[in-house]
């Protein structure tokens, strides 16, 4: 009688050393990518915080440049036809309590530190009725203030102007800046 060939079933897994079983798992659990996300998104969030504090810092300052545009075209306006609106006892104050926020009113604060300047000129050196007066309204803006010293952000000085022909010769306010 023939008998077949038995061999005797050992295990196929080797004994395996402690030190090489920790490398072993070492790599596998580099091989999954649970939490690589959240590394990326930690890494990326201070850019993305900054991108979007500056988007919101540049609408602040398109509105402060428009609003200083809005006044001195009433500036303008005002001299042309030789009013005071009040209440201020200047009409360079006048214009300027008219501003939209209390950072242009007032300044002290770290984006505008000092309040708008009103200025009103006569370009032509005379104020005869039909020549030009000119009102400029400018407040010294300050970039990201929250970054501070910093990046050494960058201070700008944002002007709104208009001209106007005089309809009636100035009695009410003078040439000046206020």
């Known amino acids: 009688m023939i008998t077949p060939n038995r061999r005797k079933l050992t295990s196929t897994k080797a004994t395996r050393s402690p030190q090489r079983e920790r490398v072993e798992r070492a790599c596998r659990r580099a091989r999954e990518e649970d939490g690589s996300a959240l590394v ?3 890494l990326l ?3 993305l915080l900054l991108i979007l504090f ?3 810092d540049f609408g602040r300052a398109i509105n402060y440049w428009i609003d200083e545009s809005q006044l001195a075209n009433v500036g303008a306006r005002y001299a042309a036809v030789n009013h005071n609106p009040g209440p201020g006892s200047t009409l360079q104050q006048s214009i300027r309590n008219q501003a939209d926020t209390q950072e242009l009113r007032d300044g002290g604060t770290s984006s505008v530190p000092s309040p708008a300047q009103v200025c009103i000129d006569f370009p ?3 104020s ?5 007066v000119e009102t400029t309204v400018s407040v010294s803006y300050n970039w990201m203030p929250f970054l501070g010293d910093q990046l050494d952000v960058a201070t700008t000085t944002m002007t709104g102007s208009a001209t106007m022909r005089l309809e009636q010769a100035p009695s009410a306010y003078g040439a000046g800046c206020s």
Not at 128 to 132: F, I, M, Q
């Open 40 to 42: 990326e998104f930690t």
């Open 45 to 47: 969030l201070p850019l």
């Open 54 to 56: 500056g988007v919101l």
């Open 124 to 126: 032509n050196g005379s």
């Open 128 to 132: 005869n009725v039909g020549d030009p």
